[in-house]
Structure formats: C-alpha cells, structure tokens
C-alpha cells in the first residue's frame, strides 16, 4: 500500500505561480510512475502530467504543457508540481497519483491521493 499527501495548493491571481507536493508512505515511490490529475467542479478528472521512475521522462497534457513542471525526489518520496502562469481554467482540485504503468488514463492508477485545492482568480 502507498498512502500519498498533497500540500501546496490555494489561492492565486491570474498569472501567478504555485508549487505542489506529494510525500508518499508506506511503500518507496521509485518502482511507480508518479503523476498529478486535475478535477474540476461538474468536470471528469482530467491528466496534467506524469514522470517515470529511473529515465524521469515526463508527460504532459497540451493544456498545462510549457506552463507546469513536474519533477521527482526519490529520496524523498516526493514528487512535485511547479505550476507558473496559471490561469482560472487551472481550477480544480489536483490530485497525486502513483501507478506501475500510470499513463494519461485514470484507469491505469493504482493509488490516489486526497487532492489539494487549487484557485485561480481572474
């Protein structure tokens, strides 16, 4: 079992930046493929990026692409979402997640975590 904590979202201005965490327990996270999701308010939860263990090759959705970071710290059983230039279309609340094969698809996650709030004022 992986149990995985997300901290750093709030309230933010247009054009303004924010850095998430995630700190995982239980289990190391450098046999997983670590990820964040998104989910808006009436919207299906969508992928925002993801980086693999070992080669750390990153993926991320078209939206948030030149714009969001994703970066891991094995060591330190974190991975992190460095978010700049965000918009209010990025609100929503993020979601880390771990998966053996994780990809785009929320099917292929193994485990969630409780998600942090992230707001964006026009």
């Known amino acids: 079992q992986v149990q995985l904590v997300e901290s750093g979202g709030g309230l933010v201005q247009a054009g303004g930046s924010l850095r998430l965490s995630c700190v995982a327990s239980?289990?190391?996270?450098?046999?997983?493929?670590m990820g964040w999701f998104r989910q808006a308010p009436g919207l299906e939860r969508e992928f925002v990026a993801s980086?693999?263990?070992?080669?750390?090759?990153?993926y991320y959705a078209d939206s948030v692409k030149g714009r969001f970071t994703i970066s891991r710290d094995d060591a330190k059983n974190t991975v992190y979402l460095q978010m700049n230039s965000l918009k209010p279309e990025d609100t929503a609340i993020y979601l880390c997640a771990a998966g053996h094969i994780l990809t785009k698809y929320s099917s292929t996650v193994n485990y969630w975590g409780q998600g942090t709030q992230v707001t964006v004022s026009s």
């Open positions: 239980g289990r190391t996270v450098d046999t997983y493929v």
């Open positions: 980086v693999t263990r070992r080669n750390m090759i990153t």
